[in-house]
């Protein structure tokens, strides 16, 4: 895929004592793209984004945002939004006090905050303290607060997690058209069939190394063609029908465990 990178590691590691959590990865996404990073439970993926995002430091390796190194010069996060592990907001505070606050922070406008309560369905809650929402409201919640300052890059960790599957599908045509409007849109998560529905392009992570990257479609036919090699007649046709991904998805990274 051409375009600008907007969003590059090199090498990037992340090590506790003997345990690699990250494992010398390189990155680049590209201006509009949806990038879906893939892993199980355990993976790498939030130790992942927190280092893009600076919240912890490498042990080796770089981080590159809009083509230039992550430092002590934070300007890059105004032009960035992003929802890391849990859902967060002040509890005690309602949906909208907690997006104007959000939005006095970064500068948005204040058309933002009634913007974002209608796109993200959050109208009937507007005036309820953000303590008292449904985990799934809480999750919309914090996803208005990521997209209040209309960010170029937006990073997400698991951004379906806890919606219902109404609010799954109405979040994945959100990120659709984001992305659509040039947005470029980096999310994780452990769920294939939520990545193989968004995501332009798939990185398979595990063990904190990147298995494997390649556009969907690439994937899918590797996926088409580990089926045909791998299972009998009859597992090939249902397989085909229901699940060529995850079944090459759970095929690659039990290997690695089985090493």
Not at 60 to 84: K, S
Not at 226 to 244: C, G, H, I, K, P
Request: charged share 25%; glycine share 10%; proline share 3%.
């Amino acid at each position: 895929m051409d375009g600008e990178v907007v969003l590059s590691t090199q090498a990037l590691a992340k090590h506790y004592g003997r345990v690699r959590a990250v494992d010398g990865i390189d990155l680049e996404v590209r201006r509009g793209e949806v990038y879906g990073f893939l892993g199980r439970n355990g993976a790498g993926k939030t130790t992942t984004i927190r280092m893009l995002l600076g919240l912890i430091r490498p042990t080796a390796g770089a981080v590159r945002v809009f083509g230039r190194p992550i430092g002590h010069n934070q300007e890059w996060l105004r032009r960035v939004g992003f929802l890391v592990e849990s859902a967060t907001a002040y509890p005690n505070l309602t949906v909208r006090e907690n997006l104007d606050l959000q939005r006095r922070l970064t500068g948005a406008p204040v058309s933002s905050v009634a913007e974002w309560i209608g796109r993200l369905g959050l109208g009937p809650y507007a005036d309820r303290r953000a303590g008292r929402l449904s985990l799934g409201n809480k999750q919309r919640l914090s996803l208005a607060r990521a997209l209040l300052h209309a960010p170029e890059v937006l990073i997400l960790d698991e951004p379906a997690n806890a919606l219902d599957p109404a609010g799954i599908v109405e979040v994945r045509e959100l990120l659709r058209g984001l992305a659509a409007e040039g947005v470029t849109v980096f999310m994780s998560s452990h769920i294939l069939a939520e990545v193989a529905h968004l995501a332009d392009r798939i990185g398979i992570v595990h063990a904190g190394r990147l298995l494997e990257e390649a556009p969907r479609d690439v994937l899918a036919s590797r996926a088409r063609e580990y089926v045909r090699d791998a299972f009998t007649q009859s597992e090939r046709e249902e397989a085909l029908l229901t699940a060529d991904l995850e079944r090459y998805f759970l095929a690659r990274t039990s290997a690695e465990v089985a090493r």
